[in-house]
Each structure stands twice: as C-alpha cells, then as structure tokens.
C-alpha cells in the first residue's frame, strides 16, 4: 500500500478539523436557533449533547478513517472488511459523501449572502433604522442574479483551496485563516461588550429555564451538535484518514469539541450583547446576523471597520468549513475514478454549485413551490440537520461499537481500559439510544 498523505503534525490535524467545525454554525446558525428556541435551554443541552454523544462520535468518526485510510466509502468498507464485516458498510461513507455535497449547496449560498455583506459594509453602505436593514435583507433574498453571484464567488473559493490539495490547500487555508478568525472574534466580542449589553446577553444565553425544555428545542440542539462538529457526513473520516497514526485520537477530539464551543459562546456573546444594547429582538431567525447586525454597525462608532471586520471573520469560518465539505467527495473522485485533483474539485463543487443555484430561486422565483410547508432552502437545511446527520451519527455510533471488531478500535483508541470501556458504552448504549428517543419523539411515536 502506498503512504498516504498526512497533515504535517498532530496541531495541524487539530487546527483543520476546528476550521471545519467553526464555520456559519457557529456564527449564523447557532445565535439564531438559539435566538427562537428560547437560549438558554437550548444553550444547555447542546453543550451537553457535545460533551456526551459529540465527542465520542468524533473519535469514532476519525477511527475509521484513519483505519480505513481513504474516502469515507472505502474508509468504512476497509474498516469492516478488516472485522471480517459485510463491504456493504462502504454505504455510511456514500450518504456522508453525498449528504455533505447537498450541504454545501445551501451552505454556500447563506456564505454568500456574507460575501455581500462584507462588500457592502465596505464601500460604507448604512443600514441606520430597522426598516432599511430588513428591507435590505429582503432585497437580497429577492434578487436572484445577486444571490448566484456571490454564491459563484465564494463556491469558486472553496474549489481552489481544495484544488491545490490537501496540505498545500487545506492545511495552509487553515493556518492562515484560523489564527486570523480568533484574533478578531476576541477583538469584536470585547468591542460587544464595551458597546453592547453583555449583562443581559448572559443572562439570555445561560440562565438555565428547565420550563423553556421541549422536544423541538431537544431535536434542534442534537441537531446542532451534529452540524457545529461536521459529525454524520464524511467529513471527519476524511479528514481522519490524513491523520498521522500514533497521534491520540482522544486528545484531538477533546479540542476540537472545547474550541468549538468556545467560539459558539463568544459569538453568541458578542452577537446578543449588541442585539440586546440596541434595543433588537434575538428571535427574528436566519436574518439575525444580516438584518439586526447591520443596524448596530450603522449606529456604533467604528461600525464601518467594526461591520467590515465581523463580516470577514465570518467568510473565514464558513470558507474553511466549506473546503472540508467538498474534500470527501473529491477524495473519490481522485482515488476511484483517477481524476486530478483539480478536475475532481470542480466536478464535486459543479454539482453543489448547481443545487445552491436552485437555492437562490428558492427566495424568489421559485418561492411558492413547498414540500411539507418547506421552501427548497428550508427543506436541505432541515433535511441534512434534523433527519440524515443525526441516522448517519447513528449509523456510525452503532458501526464503530457493534460491528468493528474490539481489538481493531483499540488497536486505534490509546486510552486506558477504563476510559475505553465508557467510550464503547456511549457508542453501543447511549448515543444510539439518545439519537433514536429524539427521533420517535420527533415523529410523534411518544407521546
Ligand atoms: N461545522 C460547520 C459549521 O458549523 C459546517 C460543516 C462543515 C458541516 N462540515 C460539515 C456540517 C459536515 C455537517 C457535516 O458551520
């Protein structure tokens, strides 16, 4: 077998799959669903579905890929075959790779919607009364020629990081862009502070009301976990199978999880703490960051730098997330159909680029078509977040602690045999088990 590639250390390992795990979740989705599911409920049990199924299903995740050595497809299908298992479990790699794919159509159409934003807070545009920041929005989402603009812009930035492969792309992207993003979301959440309300966004975020508790705000922060820590798609495998052997995997994941959630927290921060000192409503959902921000640049001095700043930090985090949503694809494309890298990274992001395009009609000229009162966009998100992220997280919880063989996953998994036995435990018992409640509940089997 030949060496395969690896990132050049463990840190490096580490640093990317942050920069796949801080992305617009963090930033965009996590506020806003925290914003309508009445925050802190929602704050508290995300952290603990994090904590408890998180973790132990990104170790498993990178497992198999470093086990597996390859695309999410023969990454699970190496690693079963090596148990002595059916090759049929390639199929949690096809969903993952597929899924992440459909992701990163809708994903890169709300990146998009940053990309003009951050254009627009640079040439000095004021959104100064609500009326003209809603409007704003409103106008964007109306307009379908702007929406597949940026959409092509930032799609086209994602395909040439990937293109130029994954040390030279991916690794470098990140080194650059990961520093940068937490250097400025420091300086914006201590700007919050100074000019925002932080007391009362505190008390928003972590004030804990067991009242606030139901199922929509349970399946949501499930939901969340998944797609904040790039979990159930491919991504991690893949990003796994780079992963030098020897390295702890634990070790890895631990930081991934912890840094993840301190981002989310200090945006959270520092996006409440300004929605709150300028007198705005958190719940006015996936426009929060695009219409209620906007206001509070017009208002706040240095808003023009300060709007600028936040709207780059932003494109940072969603475009090294997007990267790691077209490398699984890419990676079979480049080592089952023998394409180059370069062509394999435009024929992956070819197939996003065209369902994003229908994401954008989705707004306007196609807005009144709906499935289950669902517009094209809403109908990916809720989808990939709330139905094929938390089967595939199952899929692979039951994969890595049923069907893998026990010393293969230790062979992988250096920790002690105590700390090994409560990893399985979560993977056979506890995560299957919170994942499939969640979902009868959800489908109304419970009542
Ligand atoms: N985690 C990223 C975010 O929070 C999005 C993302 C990247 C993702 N890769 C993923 C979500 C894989 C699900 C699966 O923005």
Redesign the pocket.
């Known amino acids: 077998m030949t060496e395969r590639i690896t990132w050049t250390s463990r840190w490096a390992f580490i640093l990317v799959t942050i920069g796949?795990?801080?992305?617009?979740?963090?930033i965009w989705?996590f506020p806003y669903i925290a914003g309508t599911q009445g925050g802190s409920a929602f704050v508290v049990i995300y952290l603990f579905f994090v904590l408890l199924v998180g973790i132990p299903l990104l170790m498993a995740e990178i497992m198999i890929g470093r086990r597996g050595r390859g695309n999410p497809a023969d990454a699970a299908r190496n690693t079963a075959t090596e148990s002595g298992r059916s090759p049929w479990w390639s199929l949690i790699g096809w969903t993952g790779m597929i899924g992440?794919l459909v992701?990163l159509g809708y994903?890169s159409v709300v990146a998009g919607w940053i990309v003009d934003y951050f254009w627009k807070m640079l040439i000095g545009m004021r959104f100064d009364s609500q009326e003209v920041a809603v409007a704003g929005f409103a106008a964007l989402q109306a307009n379908p020629i702007e929406l597949i603009l940026c959409h092509s812009i930032f799609m086209a930035l994602t395909v040439a990081v990937i293109a130029r492969g994954v040390v030279s792309g991916i690794e470098r992207a990140n080194r650059i862009m990961m520093p940068a993003l937490f250097l400025l979301l420091l300086l914006l959440t201590l700007w919050g502070g100074i000019v925002g309300d932080m007391k009362q966004a505190a008390h928003f975020m972590f004030d804990f009301k067991p009242g606030d508790i139901n199922r929509e705000v349970v399946l949501s922060a499930l939901g969340h976990s998944?797609?904040?820590?790039?979990?159930?798609?491919g991504?991690i495998i893949v990003y796994g199978s780079y992963f030098k052997r020897g390295s702890s995997i634990a070790f890895a994941s631990v930081w991934v999880a912890l840094a993840g959630i301190m981002v989310g927290l200090l945006a959270g921060l520092a996006i409440f703490s300004l929605t709150f000192g300028y007198g705005l409503e958190p719940d006015s959902g996936a426009g929060l960051i695009l219409q209620t921000l906007p206001l509070t640049f017009a208002h706040m001095p240095g808003g023009r730098i300060f709007g600028s700043l936040f709207f780059l930090l932003v494109i940072f985090a969603?475009w090294t997330?997007a990267v790691?949503?077209l490398e699984p694809f890419t990676a079979w494309l480049v080592e089952r159909a023998g394409l180059t890298r370069a062509k394999a990274a435009l024929s992956a992001g070819l197939f996003s680029w065209l369902l994003g395009i229908g994401v954008c009609f989705s707004f306007n000229i196609w807005s009144e078509y709906r499935w289950f009162e669902k517009n094209l966009f809403e109908l990916l998100d809720f989808w990939s977040t709330s139905i094929a992220?938390p089967l595939n997280g199952l899929a692979v919880a039951f994969f890595v602690g049923w069907v893998v063989r026990r010393h293969v996953a230790r062979d992988e998994i250096a920790l002690s045999d105590r700390m090994f036995k409560v990893w399985q435990v979560v993977l056979r018992y506890l995560a299957p088990l919170a994942i499939l409640l969640i979902f009868a509940h959800s489908l109304g089997l419970l009542a």
């Open positions: 796949s795990s801080v992305g617009l979740g963090n989705r992440a992701i994903y998944f797609f904040s820590l790039s979990l159930g798609m991504v969603a997330s790691s949503l992220m």
